[in-house]
């Protein structure tokens, strides 16, 4: 059971260059999320979706965009890249917890990226 | 140990103390919460969660307690150890409406040994 599963874990870009970071979960979950985190700045939300075929804006998604195709996978994609969009990017997911008592999300390890 | 909100981000404790880190909610419609545990390189580990009709809630070592009036949330680590040096995150979830998870800042917590 790997859980929360990102690639690339790490990626640098040129400024104007487009890429997608893949998070794929084998939990069943119907929730997954996409958070950056900078320096000093904590966790913040991209984008996220609570089911196949459907997806949401987060506190930061000016330049982001994302697609939940199949259940298991949320891909996050750059289409012009950034400096600012330098940050390390989190990928979550969470139970189907909707009136139940827990809704813990489980976190991937992480995927780098610079923006030169 | 030393109480601290998200304005001071680094928490200093001997070890063997207990470590009380604080945390400032904004949404009083949030009704789950939960803290995480990040070390460097890693992403964040889930230690203790705590939903709206409770105002405490223990687990190993770890205590949340919640106060909805002021809508705070404080995570209490008891006796402290060397590998509980990490950043701790609150996070607030609204899980009858939108199910965003947002997160505080984090605060850093170095045991000294």
């Known amino acids: 059971n790997a859980g929360v599963t990102q690639t690339p874990k790490f990626r640098v870009l040129k400024t104007g260059q487009s890429m997608t970071l893949l998070c794929a979960q084998d939990?069943?979950?119907?929730?997954m999320y996409w958070y950056r985190q900078d320096p000093g700045m904590g966790l913040r939300l991209i984008h996220y979706?609570?089911?196949?075929?459907?997806?949401a804006k987060g506190e930061v998604p000016d330049g982001y965009n994302v697609s939940r195709l199949k259940k298991q996978n949320f891909l996050l994609g750059l289409e012009s890249a950034a400096p600012s969009q330098t940050s390390v990017y989190f990928c979550?997911?969470?139970?189907?917890?909707?009136?139940?008592?827990?809704?813990?999300?489980?976190f991937g390890e992480g995927s780098r990226l610079t923006v030169l | 140990g030393e109480s601290v909100g998200l304005h001071l981000p680094t928490l200093s404790v001997q070890e063997g103390d207990n470590s009380i880190i604080n945390c400032a909610y904004s949404?009083?419609?949030?009704?789950?919460f939960i803290w995480y545990k990040q070390e460097s390189g890693k992403g964040p580990q889930f230690i203790i969660d705590?939903?709206?009709?409770?105002d405490k809630r223990q687990g190993q070592r770890v205590t949340v307690l919640l106060n909805k009036t002021v809508k705070h949330l404080s995570l209490q680590i008891a006796a402290t150890q060397p590998g509980d040096s990490a950043v701790y995150f609150c996070?607030?979830?609204?899980?009858?409406?939108?199910?965003?998870?947002?997160f505080g800042t984090g605060t850093r917590l170095k045991v000294l040994a």
């Open positions: 979706s609570v089911g196949e075929g459907t997806t």
């Open positions: 996070a607030e979830a609204y899980t009858s409406g939108t199910y965003k998870y947002i």
């Open positions: 705590i939903r709206s009709n409770m």
């Open positions: 939990m069943n979950h119907e929730y």
């Open positions: 979550a997911s969470s139970y189907p917890s909707r009136g139940r008592n827990t809704g813990e999300l489980f």
């Open positions: 949404n009083s419609a949030s009704d789950y």
